[in-house]
C-alpha cells in the first residue's frame, strides 16, 4: 500500500491570536493624521463655501478657487468671468456648486484617496498587521463602493475646472490698475501649479494616455506622454496632500485681502 502523499496532510490551523495586533509601535498615529487633515480640509472649505463673503478681490482681481466659477447673479460684480446665466441662488447652496460636486467626486474616487479613508476612517485596514473590525470584506464590488468607478469621469470634470482655475490666475495679473504682480498672484499661481500636478498625476490621466495601447512603438508620442504623467503619478500622493494645503492657502489668502485684514505685498505695480 502507497505511503500518503505529502499533499494529504492538512495545512496547518491559524494561529488564534485573541489581540488585535502583536505591535508595539504607534501604528494608530498615521490613520489618526489622516483623519484630522481630512476632517479639517472639510470643515473648513464647507464652511467657506457657505459663507458667501470676501471670496473676491476687486482691486487686485483674485477670486478664490472655492467661488470658481460663479455663475449666478448672487455673485459680487466682478467675480464672474464667463457672466452669469443662472440667476439668483437661495443661501443654502454654494455660488459655485456647479464645480464642487465634481471637485469632491474626484477627491472622493481618488484611488490615494480611497486608501487614504479607508485605512483611516473604516479601518479596513487601519495598518499592516492590524485586524479590522469588519466580519466581511467585498471590495468594491457592490453599493456604494461600486460607484468608485465613475473616478475617470470625474477626471474629465476635474480637467475643465483646473483650466477654469488656471484662466482665473491669468486674469489675476490685470487688476484695476492695470498689469502688476502681487503676492496673491504667487499664491495663485503656485496653487493651480499644483492643482495640475495633482490632475494630472491622476490614475485615470495615466489610463487615458496609454492604458490600451498594445504596442508602444507605433505610438511614440503617446508614449512619451504616459511616460511623464507616470513620473507625475509615482508623486500622487504628495501633490493630493498638498493641494488640500495649497487650496487652503489661496482661500485664506484673497479672503484676509479682500475683506481689508491684510494688504496684498505687490512687487510691480
Known amino acids: 500500500m502507497a505511503s500518503p502523499s505529502s499533499t494529504d496532510t492538512p495545512p496547518p490551523a491559524r494561529a488564534s491570536i485573541p489581540a488585535r495586533t502583536l505591535r508595539t509601535d504607534r501604528w494608530w498615529l498615521p490613520p489618526l493624521l489622516t483623519t484630522l487633515g481630512l476632517a479639517t480640509f472639510v470643515v473648513y472649505a464647507t464652511v467657506r463655501s457657505f459663507m458667501r463673503s470676501d471670496y473676491w478681490d476687486a482691486e487686485n482681481h ?3 478657487p472655492f467661488y470658481s466659477p460663479c455663475l449666478s447673479d448672487s455673485c459680487v460684480a466682478g467675480s464672474s468671468h464667463f457672466g452669469t446665466p443662472i440667476g439668483e441662488l437661495p443661501g443654502f447652496i454654494p455660488l459655485a456648486f456647479l464645480s464642487l460636486p465634481f471637485l469632491l467626486g474626484f477627491r472622493l474616487t481618488c484611488y490615494y484617496y480611497r486608501k487614504a479613508y479607508y485605512r483611516s476612517i473604516w479601518m479596513a485596514p487601519p495598518a499592516c498587521g492590524v485586524g479590522e473590525p469588519h466580519e466581511r470584506y467585498t471590495g468594491e464590488t457592490r453599493l456604494p463602493l461600486i460607484l468608485q468607478n465613475v473616478h475617470r469621469y470625474f477626471f474629465y470634470a476635474a480637467l475643465v475646472i483646473t483650466i477654469i ?3 482665473d490666475a491669468i486674469l489675476a495679473f ?18 493651480v501649479v499644483l492643482l495640475w500636478c495633482y490632475t494630472l498625476s491622476c490614475h485615470s490621466c495615466r489610463h487615458v494616455t496609454g492604458g490600451r495601447l498594445k504596442h508602444f512603438s507605433r505610438n511614440p508620442v503617446r508614449y512619451w506622454t504616459w511616460t511623464q504623467v507616470s513620473r507625475l503619478n ?11 494645503g ?4 489661496t482661500d485664506l489668502y484673497v479672503w484676509l485681502v479682500s475683506s481689508g485684514a491684510i494688504a496684498d505685498l505687490r512687487f510691480i505695480n
Open 246 to 249: 495649497t487650496l487652503v492657502l
Open 174 to 191: 490685470g487688476g484695476e490698475n492695470g498689469f502688476g504682480i502681487g503676492l496673491g498672484n504667487v499664491v495663485l499661481l503656485l496653487n
Open 165 to 167: 482655475n488656471t484662466y
Open 62 to 64: 483674485y477670486l478664490t
Open 234 to 244: 509615482t508623486r500622487h500622493m504628495q501633490f493630493a496632500w498638498l493641494t488640500l
